[in-house]
């Protein structure tokens, strides 16, 4: 398989299922699902390999919200000997997630993974992890949600357990910026993929169109669009701290890494 592009983990991925653009959210990646493993797995596995070791060294349990595919819930499996819980509400996405957790790849992996058809806000895990990861989805909610989601994470962590989420965009795009999301060959078939962000009404509007052609020749033609809520570290800092959550110093440059305090 070919994969061209730079394959940026600054939106390039399309995010949770929160972000479909009209619908429920269950319906959410009916288009991108399909595309999702062979344009956005790079971006994905670079989080995955900065994720391995914090979930090889986690004691107690882990839960990954908005899963997606299954692109880094493998590599937290496979780095870690605990239980882990992958989320993912959106039926397209869990369909690809559970072909790839069944039949497990590694040994009794599988007795360790389940998968929730729900959404975050619905979880029941109080003090069942002391590692979370919640990759593409912050953006995707409006502020209200996502201050529930702080406390959430919060109440199923164990004091000083590990939160890491991809960083949020910080403001609006003052023009439309346009990505090509690269591109694979299978058989004589080229796949490829293209981002539009522009600004809408306060918040990112991401637009992905993909491209299946043959010989030179178009056969089809797919797009699915989301919407993001732009969001500050500053601001992000202030809701962190309200959930009794606290944000430390970046995993990477991409990933940041929060503490659960002691308090609550």
């Known amino acids: 398989m070919d994969i061209r592009g730079d394959l940026r983990p600054d939106g390039h991925a399309p995010p949770s299922e929160r972000c479909a653009h009209g619908g429920r959210p269950g319906e959410a990646y009916a288009v991108s699902a399909e595309f999702y493993d062979l344009l956005h797995a790079r971006a994905y596995h670079r989080h995955a390999l900065a994720l391995a070791a914090p979930a090889a060294a986690a004691r107690v349990g882990i839960v990954e919200v908005g899963a997606g595919t299954g692109l880094v819930t493998e590599v937290l499996i496979g780095a870690s000997t605990v239980p882990v819980h992958a989320v993912e509400p959106a039926a397209a996405m869990r369909a690809v997630l559970l072909s790839r957790l069944h039949p497990p790849a590694g040994g009794s992996a599988g007795d360790r993974v389940t998968v929730h ?12 992890a002391d590692l979370a990861v919640c990759l593409r989805m912050v953006p995707c909610l409006p502020p209200a949600e996502r201050r529930a989601l702080w406390r959430v994470l919060a109440d199923l962590l164990v004091p000083g357990g590990l939160l890491f989420l991809d960083r949020p965009p910080a403001g609006l795009p003052a023009q439309p910026v346009r990505r090509g999301l690269g591109e694979v060959r299978l058989g004589i078939d080229t796949y490829r993929g293209q981002l539009t962000q522009r600004a809408e009404d306060g918040r990112i509007r991401y637009d992905y169109t993909y491209l299946v052609c043959r010989q030179g020749r178009m056969l089809r033609h ?3 669009s989301f919407l993001l809520w732009p969001l500050t570290r500053r601001a992000l800092a202030e809701e962190l701290t309200a959930a009794g959550l606290a944000l430390e110093d970046d995993l990477t440059p991409d990933v940041l890494q929060v503490r659960r305090g002691s308090g609550l």
């Open 117 to 128: 058809a729900c959404s975050a806000l619905e979880l029941s895990l109080r003090g069942q």
């Open 222 to 224: 797919a797009r699915e």
